[in-house]
């Protein structure tokens, strides 16, 4: 998962059309952006639709924000609408610019913060927030935008999928190097040693094995009506936001080719950051198959969650995701028909 890179915009004129590829090229510097019923819509023009799709602009994906342009803002707020964000990044993972944060500030009134969309009594799946951000608040007043932020890998990521992984002579190397600020050789290592023989379908499975809460979370707030139209995204708009879609488009009951030719649309989206991706990749003890988004990733991801956990919506169930729940979410996102 790259961190913070900074991106030089891209010269290309603003195109306020949709496209059927995602609109990268109508953003200056925000990569993988695409409207996900429009996307599914696109997909679907050569077969029949299913009975039920996403709703053209309700639910949006991308890349991260930090360096979104007024231009790009204003494609963001009077183009598409957007009034929530949910942003599925670590604390340590970039700042959105003071633009961003105007555009979409986080809440100002500490009522409910956005664990409480998570099911109650889990206390076991983690989910932490920036210390530094406001609490974020369960309604908020008509008209206004606000950001969400979800630290998806938290606590339970870290511990159960790196830590408890790393040899004893790793850990104990870890903790010299952090002890001496050598931050960047201690994640350089983490990646060879333990993430690097994982793979992106291995990395996937332990979001689903470790960040139930903060997936519950997402799925929750996107479900949120009064949150529409929503903006999800992590770094480069991928892995983590990748699963997010996949479960809720799942969820919705949508086909999982279509779920697939969305997931994959990102290999494209993404193709202007690459050069970015796979020098911070490299910085991680990680090669290039990390900035991919191949078809099989995400069909082995879903074939994971059936005999796991026999299927999306036993998964999420199991995650105190109610059928109310769901639902509310299928009420928030599908359109009957044409």
């Known amino acids: 998962m790259p961190g913070k890179a900074k991106l030089d915009p891209i010269n290309t004129a603003l195109d306020l059309a949709y ?6 090229e109508a953003l ?39 360096d979104a342009t007024t231009g790009d803002l204003e494609i963001l707020t009077k183009k598409y609408s957007i009034e929530t964000i949910i942003d599925l990044r670590s604390e340590i993972e970039g700042e959105k610019s003071e633009g961003v944060q105007r555009a979409f500030p986080s809440s100002s009134v500490s009522a409910l913060t956005a664990s409480d969309f998570a099911a109650p009594n889990r206390n076991n799946l983690e989910s932490s927030f920036k210390g530094s951000r406001k609490d974020l608040i369960w309604t908020k007043e008509e008209g206004n935008r606000n950001t969400f932020y979800i630290n998806f890998a938290g606590t339970s990521f870290r511990f159960n999928s790196i830590w408890r992984r790393a040899p004893f002579a790793l850990k104990t ?137 026999n299927g999306v919506d036993a998964y999420m169930e199991r995650l105190g995701f109610t059928q109310a729940d769901k639902d509310k979410l299928r009420k928030s996102l599908l359109a009957e028909g044409l």
Request: glycine share 8%; charged share 25%; hydrophobic share 40%.
């Open 19 to 24: 496209n059927t590829r995602p609109v990268t």
């Open 173 to 309: 190397k870890i903790a010299g190097w952090i002890t001496v600020g050598q931050k960047v050789r201690a994640v350089r290592a983490v990646g060879e040693t333990v993430l690097a023989s994982r793979g992106l379908i291995g990395l996937n499975q332990d979001f689903l094995d470790f960040c139930g809460k903060a997936i519950v979370q997402a799925i929750r707030l996107i479900a949120e009506p009064d949150y529409k139209p929503v903006l999800l995204h992590c770094s480069p708009g991928k892995d983590r936001t990748g699963l997010v879609v996949a479960l809720t488009l799942a969820l919705c009951s949508i086909p999982e080719d279509l779920i697939v030719a969305d997931y994959v649309k990102s290999q494209e989206g993404l193709e202007p950051q690459r050069d970015v991706m796979v020098k911070e990749m490299a910085r991680q003890g990680l090669d290039s198959s990390f900035c991919d988004a191949p078809a099989e990733v995400i069909r082995g991801v879903l074939e994971y969650v059936r005999e796991k956990y």
């Open 28 to 66: 200056e510097s925000i990569v993988n952006f695409r409207d996900v019923g429009q996307s599914l819509k696109d997909r679907s023009s050569h077969r029949s639709l299913p009975s039920s799709y996403i709703k053209i602009g309700r639910f949006f994906r991308s890349g991260r924000l930090d």
